[in-house]
């Protein structure tokens, strides 16, 4: 189960959202050509990745932040862009270009943090732009935590689309985070769960004071939990599979 795209369209141009998705495939591009080498790749992650005994031993802070721009493969880029490109445009849309980019990087950093918190002495790299865009995600469910978001559920040879709120689809996210963050073992190696747990917080956090600005509660009661504008429509697009039917 994941999410294809929300019904919640954005009323201007989310400029630093395609930017941010923009630097992460080009830096992941200049280097997705070590994926092979497995020394070239390792040393690269050591310059560039967060690698949590070196900062809790004064060193590798530059990792802090390189790290949020780095990716271990095609399909852990893709994931992270889908959610960036879902969520994102929304939150730029209520907090401004800049406002949005500062968010996103504090996000990412913190998210780190945590990290480092979770698992001080792990020798183990971390890469990936989960923490700010989970970060994003916990913006997202303050603001709009009934807005439609489209789900594709794969089981086995069953495929289905359904629209669900956003709390639902966010809070089973969370809770995956938690679930896995229990028994994760650092020093193995894996999903930075603790890392995402953290960025949804600190965003959630970050965006409480817009929230405020726009109303707090009254916000809620103004537009239901639901965008501040009418839901984008998606048309049913029938199969054009032909149906055999039983004799």
């Known amino acids: 189960m994941f999410p294809i795209r929300d019904h919640n369209p954005s009323g201007r141009t989310p400029y630093v959202t395609y930017l941010l998705m923009a630097v992460n ?31 809790t031993d004064g060193q590798g802070y530059t990792g802090i932040f390189t790290s949020m721009f780095l990716h271990g493969g095609w399909m852990h880029l893709a994931g992270n862009m889908l959610f960036l490109y879902i969520f994102g445009d929304n939150i730029e849309d209520e907090m401004g270009h800049v406002g949005y980019l500062v968010f996103y990087l504090a996000c990412g950093l913190l ?21 700010a ?52 073992d650092p020093d193995v190696g894996g999903v ?3 890392a995402h747990a953290g960025g949804f917080f600190v965003g959630l956090a970050l965006t409480v004071p817009l929230w405020l600005r726009l109303g707090g509660p009254r916000f809620w009661s103004r537009t239901e939990g639901h965008p501040p504008h009418p839901d ?12 055999v039917r039983r004799k």
């Open 133 to 184: 865009i989970a970060g994003v995600m916990g913006g997202y469910l303050l603001l709009y935590p009934k807005a439609k978001v489209d789900i594709l559920i794969i089981f086995i040879f069953f495929f289905k689309i359904i629209p669900i709120p956003a709390w639902i689809m966010l809070a089973l996210w969370l809770g995956m985070q938690f679930i896995g963050g229990v028994g994760a």
């Open 25 to 55: 495939i080009a830096v992941f591009l200049s280097y997705v050509g070590m994926m092979g080498n497995e020394r070239a790749i390792n040393s690269f992650f050591f310059d560039w990745a967060l690698i949590p005994a070196l900062v």
């Open 111 to 131: 998210s780190a943090g945590a990290h480092v918190f979770s698992a001080p002495y792990s020798p183990v790299p971390m890469v990936g732009a989960s923490g």
């Open 192 to 194: 930075a769960y603790w």
């Open 232 to 243: 984008a429509d998606y048309p049913m697009v029938r199969s054009r599979i032909p149906k």
